[in-house]
């Protein structure tokens, strides 16, 4: 879209540090993040806050044969 980060920043009413985080990997989106993209996009909150878990699950699996679990059974 050519914007630059300050620049989606102030659409979104947040700090540049918060998109630069966000987009960086290194903090999530929020249900009020979600809420603000849909707005600045025209889409819906629940698509950004799906596609953030999503994302999170995919991540978490790349890390599940390190995962120390003991499998229970009902009896």
Known sequence: ??????EAAE???????????ILNGRAGISPEMAI???????TSSESW???HAQYDLWEAKKKRKSLKVRKLFAA
Do not use: E
Not at 1 to 6: C, K, R, Y
Not at 13 to 21: F, I, W
């Open 1 to 6: 879209m050519g914007l630059s980060i300050a």
């Open 11 to 21: 659409a979104f009413g947040v700090s540049r540090k918060t998109l630069s985080a």
């Open 36 to 42: 603000r993209i849909s707005l600045a996009f025209g």
């Open 49 to 51: 806050l799906n596609q």
